[in-house]
């Protein structure tokens, strides 16, 4: 059973940058899709970036493409987030998920019901 910790939220201005991480352990499948999801309250959990472990290939939802940056270490574990430019409507909880071996990665594929192994998640704050 995977065990996935995220960290480096925090509170940042509006126009600045953070830079999220997520640990992953207890999981040795190479060719796995790796996320980011956020979940603002009353709102629910969306897909915010995706990395094709493995094949290095990344995904992006619209409402971050341009703006964000998903990466992994050279091992391809811990996975990272970079967002710049954070606006008004960034601020959620982030939570980093892993799917089961084998499920492709994809923009179209950044559901909930694709990943199985999810993080507690890493608050990240905007101020204006």
């Known amino acids: 059973q995977a065990d996935l910790a995220e960290s480096g939220g925090g509170s940042v201005q509006a126009g600045g940058s953070l830079r999220l991480s997520c640990a992953v352990s207890?999981?040795?499948?190479?060719?796995?899709?790796m996320a980011w999801f956020r979940q603002a309250p009353g709102q629910e959990r969306e897909g915010v970036a995706a990395?094709?472990?493995?094949?290095?290939?990344?995904f992006y939802a619209d409402s971050v493409e341009g703006r964000a940056g998903i990466s992994a270490d050279i091992a391809n574990k811990p996975i990272h987030l970079q967002m710049d430019s954070l606006k008004p409507e960034d601020p959620a909880v982030y939570y980093c998920?892993?799917?089961?071996?084998?499920?492709?990665?994809?923009?179209?594929?950044?559901?909930?019901?694709?990943?199985?192994?999810w993080g507690r998640g890493t608050q990240v704050t905007v101020s204006s």
């Open positions: 998920a892993v799917g089961p071996p084998g499920r492709q990665c994809g923009t179209a594929r950044l559901e909930t019901a694709n990943f199985d192994y």
């Open positions: 990395f094709g472990m493995g094949f290095g290939t990344t």
């Open positions: 207890g999981y040795p499948y190479k060719y796995v899709c």
